[in-house]
Structure formats: structure tokens, C-alpha cells
């Protein structure tokens, strides 16, 4: 418990900087947003699996927060499929974590961007390894699905992989079939239920070990839990976000490659 009060705390402190930063009306602007997210980002070139975790999930935290950053993380993708190579659990949940926000946070247009990029990362990764993280990899695919469509997907799916789509299609057409099923009232209590949990962040959802649950409902299932950063503190935070060149220099010096030429 101290440590889940301790985690969440975390999160609400990155949520804090970061609205301080971003906040115009208080002396912020957006460039101060993303400065603050790439220093946040150097920490992916961390010395052990525990501090390239903890960074990974920071930036989650903070794509999910601000939607000025999401086109941002997808300059991240070149260091998170090498991230995954490493074949370290930790790591490995961390940034399947952050795949499932960008999914999750991003308009279709942006995601069909990058679809390919995306598919071909996941799976040629699931090919490399024993991968304890199957269901995962599905449930990200499945979720490319509903945001970009069966046609936009399978164009860019490798034939050696059809089977699985074909897996998504039938149970994706078999939701539906129940759905149809569904009185109208249903559906009604139903799309309440989801619309009530969009808004708040659930770490756990987000980055646990994924089961078969966790293919039931693939949009709603990483937004139920309540953290302090959901609301936003009214509490002054006395943050300066405008960091120094020579701090900022040191940061971006500990980039991964591919993020510095972005």
C-alpha cells in the first residue's frame, strides 16, 4: 500500500510540473511542456531495468495527461522496440504500457502514420523472444484495429502473421453480434459506464501482466481507477520549468541516438 500511495504520488508530481510548465495563464508555454517530457525521456537511457521502468511510465503518465505530447512519443517509437529487445520483463511492461496510452490517446490520423512502423515492431519482436506478453501484443493489435480499421491494419500486416488477424476479425465480429444482442437500455448503462472512466488514469490496467481479461475491452479497461491527478490540485505548485541551456544540454546528452535527431 505505501508503495502504491508513493507511486501515485509520483505520478500526480510529473501531472503538476508538468500543468505548471504548460500553463500560459501562469507563466508557462508548451515548449516548456516538452523540454520538461524529453528531460523525462533521457531517463530511457538509464543504467538498470528499474530507472528505464520508472522513466517509461513517467512518459506514459504524461501522454496520457497532455495531448500535446502524443505526437511527441511517437518520435520515442525507434527506442522502445530497442528497449524491447533487451527481453527484460520490467522493461518489457513498461513500454508495452506506453504503446497502449499512444494507442489509446492518439486520433486515427496519426496512428495510420505510423501503423506500419507499429505492427511490424510488435510482431517482429514477438517473434524474437518466448514472449510471455502474447495477449498483450494482441490486445495492442486489436486496439489498432478499432482505431484504424481491419482494411488499414491487414494492409500492413505481414502474410506470416494473417492467422492472428483473422483471430481479431472473428472476435471482433462476435462482440459485435452481441452487442446487437444487446437491448437498447444495455447499451445505454453501458456507454455511461465507459464515458465515466475515460478521464482517469489506473497504473495497474496499464502495465499488468495481460490475461484473458484483459481482451474483453480493450478501450475501457486501462481508465478505472482513481489517482490524485485526475483532478488537478488547486494547490500553487512553485515549479521554475524554464531550465538552464547547460542543464538542458546535459540531459539531451543522455539520449538514446535515434532521439536526438528528432
Known sequence: MANKKTRNRAYDMLVQIGHACGDEEKGGKKENLHQFFNMVAAGMAGETPHMISAAVK??????????????????????????????????AK?????????????????????????????????DSTKNQFKAKVKLLLEMLVKKCGMDAVKAVMPEEHMKLL???RKIKERKERNLAANSEETRSRQSKATTSRLSRWNHTKIFSSFGAEDS???????????????????????????????????????????????
Open 58 to 91: 513517467g512518459l506514459a503518465r504524461l501522454a496520457y495527461e497532455f495531448s500535446d505530447l502524443v505526437s511527441t512519443t511517437y518520435n520515442l517509437l525507434p527506442s522502445t522496440f530497442l528497449l524491447l529487445k533487451r527481453k527484460n520483463r520490467e522493461i
Open 94 to 126: 513498461a513500454n508495452l504500457g506506453l504503446l497502449k496510452v499512444l494507442v489509446a490517446k492518439s486520433q486515427t490520423e496519426g496512428l495510420q502514420m505510423h501503423l506500419r512502423s507499429m505492427v511490424e515492431g510488435l510482431l517482429n519482436w514477438q
Open 166 to 168: 483473422t483471430n481479431i
Open 216 to 262: 474483453e475491452d480493450s478501450d475501457a479497461e486501462y481508465t478505472d481507477g482513481k489517482t490524485l491527478s485526475g483532478q488537478q490540485s488547486k494547490a500553487t505548485l512553485h515549479f521554475n520549468c524554464k531550465a538552464s541551456s547547460s542543464r538542458m544540454h546535459k540531459a539531451a546528452k543522455s539520449l538514446p541516438e535515434d532521439l536526438k535527431s528528432k
